[in-house]
């Protein structure tokens, strides 16, 4: 299964995020810079992430982005149902198939599509981050 770039980008936005130190605000541009994406997609995707509640945003000068619960309160599957605009990994209906009536494909995927989503139930963005020993280093410089 193939994630949309919108989920893709939240992932990578709540990964920097949950490597800075707690409370840290970082700008947009530095998540970008990070990543080589666009400030506009990024943007939107923060925009849907302060919704959810997983990131606070705070204006002005001196503001920026932080993770607005703890990593152990973003389940990964939450942020896939939230940012997929269809878990449907097959349209029947989109060109009219012709053998619909005795296919089993799309019943074969949907199975593939909840067993997918069943592994990620019980991981959050917590069971993601890198600890000490790793050699990327997301944290900005103060």
Known sequence: MKLSKQTDFAFRT?????????GKL?????????????????????MRLVHLGFVDAVRGKG???RLGCRAEEISLVTVIREFETTLQPINCAEQPCRVIQGCKLKGLLGKAVVAFLA???????????????TRINFLTES
Do not use: M, R, W
Not at 125 to 130: F, G, K
């Open 119 to 133: 592994t990620l139930e019980p991981y959050s963005l917590a069971d993601l981050l890198y600890n000490e020993t």
């Open 63 to 65: 503001g920026g982005i």
């Open 26 to 46: 970082v700008n947009i541009q530095q998540v970008c810079d990070f990543y080589d994406i666009s400030a506009n997609h990024i943007a939107k995707v923060v």
């Open 14 to 22: 709540l990964l920097y995020l949950g490597q800075q130190p707690q």
